[in-house]
């Protein structure tokens, strides 16, 4: 079975640093794309970053790219999201996903993703 398990999260203060990781299991990962999404209460997911699993192209949301960085060490099967300057705005619970997508244009679609992780708390205060 494909096991996707996030860590690293926590409450962090505005303006401070997290990385979080995903370990994945299961199988090879060989041609496919591991993306992070987010989810807010009361707010649709949405797509984060993703990178692909053998090249390590990299994809960010328009707003985010700067500010969090998406990268993998494939000898430790575990994808890492760096997120730098923290913002309320921040705060959700964070997911990890992987899927063969069929095209890279695909790759903000949360629904084209077979396997998710549970999620972990990112909390920014003030």
């Known amino acids: 079975q494909v096991h996707l398990v996030e860590s690293g999260g926590g409450l962090v203060r505005t303006g401070e640093s997290l990385t979080l990781s995903c370990a994945a299991s299961g199988r090879s990962f060989s041609g496919y794309t591991m993306g992070w999404f987010r989810q807010a209460p009361g707010k649709e997911r949405e797509f984060v970053a993703a990178i692909t699993w053998t090249i390590g192209n990299t994809y960010y949301a328009g707003s985010l790219k700067g500010r969090f960085t998406v990268f993998r060490d494939n000898t430790k099967n575990t994808v890492y999201l760096q997120m730098n300057s923290l913002e309320p705005e921040d705060t959700a619970v964070y997911y990890c996903?992987?899927?063969?997508?069929?095209?890279?244009?695909?790759?903000?679609?949360?629904?084209?993703?077979?396997?998710w992780g549970q999620g972990i708390q990112v909390t920014v205060s003030l």
């Open positions: 996903a992987c899927g063969t997508l069929e095209t890279i244009a695909l790759v903000a679609t949360a629904t084209k993703y077979r396997y």
